[in-house]
């Protein structure tokens, strides 16, 4: 990979306009670097997943169908 070096402050639009002018291959690049990162997510927050998806086992009645809530918004 090709190194960069960047001492100049960017607003997020100027980053922006600078990526868009990123070939496709570079910027697939950057999007894996983007989300390829091993991020870990707090056991707090697996556990409101994990209890959510109990009760949801538990009484699926609860469960809201998008298709109907989103119609009425």
Same mark, same amino acid.
């Given at each position: 990979? +090709?190194?960069?070096?960047?001492?100049?402050?960017?607003?997020?639009?100027? #980053?922006?306009?600078?990526?868009?002018?990123? $070939?496709?291959?570079?910027?697939?690049?950057?999007? !894996?670097?983007?989300?390829?990162?091993?991020?870990?997510?707090?056991? +707090?927050?697996?556990?409101?997943?994990?209890?959510?998806?109990?009760?949801? $086992?538990?009484?699926? !009645?609860?469960?809201?169908?998008? !298709?109907?809530?989103?119609? +009425? #918004?």
């Amino acid at each position: 990979m +090709e190194a960069v070096q960047l001492n100049i402050k960017l607003s997020l639009n100027q #980053l922006l306009e600078a990526v868009k002018q990123l $070939s496709p291959k570079d910027r697939l690049k950057l999007h !894996d670097a983007i989300w390829n990162d091993e991020t870990d997510i707090p056991i +707090e927050h697996q556990q409101i997943v994990l209890d959510s998806m109990s009760k949801a $086992s538990k009484n699926p !009645d609860r469960l809201l169908n998008w !298709d109907a809530i989103s119609n +009425e #918004l």
